[in-house]
């Protein structure tokens, strides 16, 4: 039979030809029979009789090659689905089992496509890339890009477009209350290379060549309802951003986000274009003088790799033409990562790692309907030997009960699908807020193809066990053994033990990998932090940055002195309020937008010809140690008397200290904190190392310099005391503002949110890897169950002679459970293999346990076996009451 | 209207035959559905009479197996029939066959001998 026939012309061609063949079978007869001397009438008559039914003919003679039809597969379901009804027990459990496979599989793998699958949202997006600088000679990454490297980038023929990108806050003023906005500092060609159009308005000239700021922003669709109200005439309106005045030139659509790597950069909202060659930053024309870097559209025709080729070719003339700035040690190469890995991030990982889990959960799931099916077959043998007895092709019933299994998982599908749909809601705030590309996850129309070829696939999968056996099935010994409703085989007893076995086995596996990231992150959890975050609240401000360095109202730390003095003496004396610290945004712990700006290139006195080193630099007023509980070791710490008059000093951590000076004293060694700063800095304290930076690195050099000597545009409020934070927050607000009415007050958290948040994706993965392998564990006790009650179901007569026969009890309970221990030993010698190719693979998402943590392998063992025994002794102590009397009579 | 052939006088076919008596019929030459009956009938000496609710499933069946081959032509009398043909394969299965029914049918003779007589 070939798959032609599943054509429904082929199929018709082929029954005009049969009734065309049929006619002529006649006709002949006819001709035959008038030949002989009938009438004509008669003839006719007794030919169509000899002949019999010409419509029952055609239907015998069709079946031949109808049996894929439309008319066959309909009929097939609905047995299927009478078989499902008269076993409900069986059908629910079935079905819901493949539920929570495919809704689990399908929601996470909706998270998948919307992150991983999907292209960004903007046109021919696979030609977009970042440009990343790297000095892999000292080891930097992504050190960021000059205004020259830029223009030669752009002159390079490889791109249609590149431009700069700086992310930045800025304080919208000039409204009823000054607003904090999240501010993306671009080229005029930003939005003619990304391709998107506003849906107010217009974007900049990509050609435009003013040098600085061309004075005109474009503002996203939220900030324009939340800020203006959705003012239909906003265009042409002036607003100040940091007191400089810009014009709205257009309003980006709503759902249109920057391609950010951080959560922050990615809600943009005020986009100004800048030429990135004049004021305020007239020194950028140095090749060393570097901005965070740049995006890029690739032209078209070009792949990324010949982009890259060009690329090296470009910078390797670079390097020819100045080596003053591109020291060969430096070994300084341009990178194009693909646009959307950028925005993703490290989430593939801890993605597709989730989505390898729920595919075992699925896998374990199809197992276990797989057992049950083949219980059921057992249960059926009989009546699958009186359908071959009665001619029932073996083909036609094995695709019966293809049919059936395959009925059953759409069933599964369908359920998984509906409950995803209502539950989607909640699953979507589980899903943690810095994911990247949260508001692209639907269940779009792939999602829902993906759970219907799963359906297919898993009904495919488990059904095939049942059918292997009517195959095998031996006609002649069924119909003989009367009245005994199952024909359990030996080979059948092996399938149903080898599909236990491999349950337990992708149990032990997935709870293997639950088990290590759950100490992973117990371990995080309990690491000391350092810091104590108790009662600690942040509050932010941002001081303005004009463009013209003259309007700096706190242009130098001197300058900013007294503000932050007079804030700092304010907010401690509101209610609650027990120690108070001011600090640069890169002071508050834990919360680093991974593109940091206060990434430090310190020089070392001294070190002559030595690179600069990339240390974080937090700047912070003396207070903030004693409120954040860092101790000092040697020295002393920052002191008031420690302003722009006196000295330079700083305070570094431990791990600093053991980096650059080892086996030295740090105490009064010298610093720069960037090459060409005026003077030297110097060290006059060594604190203990605190994980501020992140919670899974320990030691990450720190330098602290006082933010009265060192000025800082992003301020961070630390409060320590009693309150409620959104009260405080208005009580700051009045208090800053009543210093400088100008300043926008956001960001409040608590210190403990920002360390709990810190570990928000973490938790999500391990919560669901757990969920997870709970859900596995109980799928394979149930396997195992199943498995032993049958075994034991089927043994009653057995059992009951051996009582009669005199066997204890015990013994009878003992040879159950060892048959239950056997299968879990199995499973977990086998899962333990497997666990172990797993951990190595998921090693980088581990912390402080090593992949081959015997104590989890261990632990996780025993505690599987104990639950295969335990999910045993029901069926064995049913074994142990069988009354042999019963037993044997019937 | 009586019948011409008093049912007495036919033999049920016995499973499996039909695909033999088809192959047997066809080595002949190539024949359509009709004339199959009718070849299979006077060969038969009128007692085998093949029902054409069996004969076209058979035929069906034959040349998915690949056995015999199928193909529009033209008949004596004009008319356009399907014809059928042995092919190489079917041959093969046919010899196969026959020394099985030889074998088959000289076992029944020989127990419709009656015991003692000597085969001349």
Partial sequence: MSLLEWLPWVRERRTRELADELRAHLEMAEADRIARGESPSDAAANARREFGNVGLVQEIARDRWAGMSMERLVQDVRVALRMLRRAPGFATVAVLTIALGIGATAAIFSVVEATLLHPLPYPHAEQLVRIEDDLLGVGAQDVGMSTPEWQDLQHSGVFEYVSPTWFDDNNLTGLSRPQRVGLLIVAPNYFALLGVKPQLGATFDPADPTPGFNEQIVISDGVWRRAFGSDPKILGRVVQLDSDSYRVIGVMPPGFQAPGRTKEERSTEVWPAFGWAGAPLTTYQLRSQHFPGAIARIKSGLTIVEAQRRIDVLVASLRRQYPADYPPRNDWTIRLVPLKENVIGDVRQSLLFLLGAVGLVLLIGCVNVANLLLTRASARGREMAVR???????????????????????????????????????????????????????????????????????????????????????????????????????????????????????????????????????????????????????????????????????????????????????????????????????????????????????????????????????????????????????????????????????????????????????????????????????????????????????????????????????????????????????????????????????????????VSASLAVRRFSMELIALFALTALLLASLGIYGVISYMVSERTHEIGVRLALGAQRTDVMRMVLSQGLRLALAGAGVGLGGALVVSHMMSSLLYGVSPTDPLTFGVVAATLTAVAIAACYIPARRAIRVDPIVALRY | MPRKDPPTSRIELLQGTLDFIILQTLRWGPCHGYGIVQLIRAQSRETLQVETGSLYPALQRLVRQGAIAAEWGVSDSDRRVRTYRLTPKGRTRLAAERSKWEQLSDAIAGLMQPPGVAET
């Fill in chain 1, 388 to 754: 071959q007895a009665l001619g029932g092709a073996p083909s036609r019933l094995t695709r019966q009960l293809l049919t059936e299994s395959v009925v059953l998982s759409m069933l599964g599908g369908i359920a998984g699908v509906a409950i995803l749909f209502v539950a989607k809601g909640y699953l979507v705030r589980l899903v943690p807020a810095s994911l990247p590309r949260l508001n692209e996850i639907t269940i779009s129309w792939s999602v829902l193809l993906v759970a219907f070829g799963i359906s297919l696939f898993a009904g495919a999968l488990f059904g095939l066990a049942p059918t292997l056996h009517v195959r095998r099935l031996d006609i002649t010994r069924v119909l003989k053994q009367e009245g005994r409703g199952s024909t359990g085989s030996g080979e059948q007893a092996r399938t149903r033990r080898l599909l236990v076995v491999a349950e337990f086995a992708l149990s032990l596996v997935l709870m293997i990998a639950a088990t290590l990231l759950l100490r992973s992150f117990w371990e995080l959890m309990n690491a000391p932090l350092g810091f104590d975050p108790q009662r600690v609240m942040m509050v932010r401000t941002r001081l303005p940055y004009p463009n013209d360095p003259k309007e700096d109202l706190y242009a130098t730390a001197n300058d900013e002195a007294p503000f932050v003095r007079e804030v700092l003496r304010r907010v401690r004396t509101l209610a609650g309020v027990q120690d108070a610290a001011l600090g640069s945004s890169s002071s508050v712990p834990l919360n680093h937008p991974e593109q940091d700006q206060n990434v430090l290139r310190v020089v070392f006195e001294g070190r002559a010809g030595d690179e600069p080193s990339f240390v974080n630099g937090p700047v912070v007023v003396p207070e903030y140690f004693r409120l954040l509980g860092i101790p000092l070791l040697r020295g002393r710490l920052l002191a008031d008397v420690d302003d722009e008059r006196s000295p330079l000093v700083a305070v570094i951590n431990e791990t600093m200290a053991r980096t650059y000076w080892p086996n030295e004293n740090p105490l009064g060694k010298r610093l720069k904190l960037s090459p060409r700063a005026p003077s030297w800095t110097t060290v006059v304290g060594v604190v203990a190392d605190a994980r501020t930076e992140a919670r899974d690195r320990a030691g990450v050099p720190v330098v602290y310099a006082s933010l009265y000597q060192r000025s800082a545009k992003h301020l961070a409020i630390f409060l320590r005391g009693r309150f409620t934070p959104a009260t405080i927050t208005r009580q700051v607000r009045e208090q800053v503002q009543s210093v400088n009415s100008a300043l926008p007050v956001f960001g409040e958290a608590t210190l403990d949110e920002t």
